[in-house]
């Protein structure tokens, strides 16, 4: 005895415009409540097929000085792709692409090797993105930098 019969009738018979204003009201947040949910849900697919551009597509990175030290490396962002600031002898700032050139994995600094490995097939490269050993046909691409006393700036020109 669900919806129909007597109590329905008797129910919606006394209702009249108020009910139906009720009904309108929540058949409205039901649609916002489902828009929203299905808008949630489908965030994380658009960020996952949207064009890396899209996120962080800025012409310059700056980046403060204090993050980078003498033969470290600090991985960032640069036009939507990985990139990685190096400072090989003080004072001297590479900043490269991150993405292997072989198939786009990211690559690891090594700091006692002093190089760039890819973990997905072993290529190596130099603190200037020279292809030292393994499977990459080129070198990393190189971002132009300039180094300010407080922050280096990577810009959008290849170096
Ligand atoms: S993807 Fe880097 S060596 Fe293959």
Known sequence: MSGSGPNRSRGDAGAGPEFSRRRSVIAALAGAIGALLVGASMWPVWRFISPEKRRGAKGTVSIPREKIAQGGAYFFHFQGHPAVLLQPVPGQFVALSAVCTHLGCIVTWRPQQK????????GRFSETGQVLGGPPPAPLPRYAVSAGDREIVVREEKA
Not at 115 to 122: A, K, R, S, T, V
């Open 115 to 122: 190089i760039l490995f890819c973990p997905c097939h072993g």
